[in-house]
């Protein structure tokens, strides 16, 4: 190699483990017992492996054996102290809980995103979640909806909640794709004065009347089977009409004979490019009716999210058939987007994500500083020479 200061002795991919807390992860691996019944292929063994994979968007269990054993002089600094085999790699995607991994996940985002937010800004109060579904090639997981003819295809569903000003999952929860989406809301748990928005509710809305209480402001669209009574119209002034807004309704929602009834605003909106109209839903008085309309918008922020987990994740192909070994995945695909996420944030040039995200993976067992190499790449690599300059034949004689 060069004599460049920006060539370092580690690969950048054990300069990503070092951003995980090693205390943490031993921490779990104590609570949950997760080493208990394994003598060499450990959690941490089992946690870089499928780091490795999401790296390198591995589709099988080959590639990801044989990607780390071509690259086994350079393992030694990951920490490993062993390198598995397929066979050792399926059984602990089968045996070894998705909950280890679950765990080890929100609290690196606790660790990596302490809750020191200030609720005077809106995008520091603001939270989103929804849910987006994977499909499976094989009936692990009952997916949802009806099942075409010939066709029995499982489905994963993962529910998740975001901080605005973050744009990284704070709370994740991994169902089959058949459950309710219903479930997600009453295990949230946000904090006061903060504001959350969400996609169309359904029949219940149990979870609003305690986040009400609990003086959380909530967003969303009206479902158009949901039964309510007028109770105010508010005039509506030539400006909010020029904003698309065109009805501004205090009502009392619930039917005649249900005992769980509240007073919610209902706001007719509609776009005044696409003239498409959208009804929100929400508990506050004192937001201005376009403000409301806004807030409903930054949801499509989730949707970016989801489809950058699928585009930059081997989340198409996965490692296992059991729906243990398929969660397991999922769990280290989000740790892997989660320390992309920090990469991204400390490096001081503008990157896009997947730009960083490429460069990583092709670059993910070279002896380069990353910090510098994503400041100035070219730079990084013009004195770069090969260690070995023979050429080699691909087929010799």
Request: hydrophobic residues 40%; glycine residues 4%.
């Amino acid at each position: 190699m060069g004599k460049s200061t920006f060539f370092t002795g580690q690969p950048v991919f054990n300069q990503l483990l070092q951003l995980l807390p090693r205390y943490l992860i031993n921490d779990i691996v104590k609570q949950r017992q997760s080493d208990r019944y394994y003598k060499r292929f450990r959690t941490y063994e089992h946690l870089v492996t499928m780091l490795y994979s999401s790296f390198q968007k591995c589709r099988s269990l080959r590639e990801v054996i044989t990607g780390m054993m071509a690259c086994s002089s350079r393992i030694n600094h990951l920490g490993m102290g062993c390198m598995p085999r397929r066979s050792t790699l399926a059984e602990a995607n089968a045996n070894r809980s998705e909950q280890v991994f679950a765990d080890l996940y929100h609290r690196l985002y606790a660790y990596f995103y302490p809750d020191s937010r200030s609720l005077t800004k809106l995008e520091r109060r603001l939270f989103i979640f929804d849910s987006t579904t994977i499909s499976l090639f094989s009936e692990v997981m009952r997916g949802s909806g009806q099942i075409p003819a010939g066709k029995r295809k499982g489905g994963v569903k993962a529910h998740v909640l975001i901080d605005a000003d973050e744009d990284v999952p704070r709370f994740v929860c991994i169902t089959e794709a058949k459950e309710n989406d219903n479930i997600f809301p009453s295990m949230l748990h946000l904090p006061k004065d903060s504001i959350v928005t969400f996609d169309r509710i359904y029949y219940g809305f149990g979870p609003l009347i305690n986040w009400t209480n609990n003086g959380v402001t909530w967003v969303t669209r009206m479902h158009a089977l949901l039964a309510y009574t007028v109770i105010e119209s508010q005039p509506i002034t030539e400006e909010q009409r020029l904003e698309g807004i065109i009805t501004d309704e205090l009502i009392l929602v619930g039917a005649r004979k249900r005992k769980n009834k509240m007073v919610a605003r209902r706001i007719v909106y509609e776009d005044p490019e696409t003239k498409k109209q959208l009804i929100f839903f929400t508990n506050s008085t004192q937001l201005a009716a376009i403000a409301v309309a806004n807030i409903y918008k930054r949801r499509w922020q989730i949707e970016s999210l989801f489809k950058r987990l699928k585009q930059n994740y081997p989340l198409k192909y996965f490692l296992g058939d059991s729906s243990n070994a398929i969660k397991i995945q999922i769990w280290c695909a989000l740790i892997t987007d989660l320390l992309i996420k920090v990469v991204k944030d400390k490096t001081k040039r503008q990157w896009s994500f997947s730009n960083i995200a490429s460069m990583i993976r092709l670059h993910l067992m070279t002896y380069i500083d990353l910090a510098k190499f994503l400041l100035d790449p070219e730079r990084a690599l013009i004195n770069y020479l090969p260690p070995n300059t023979i050429q080699q034949s691909l087929f010799p004689t």
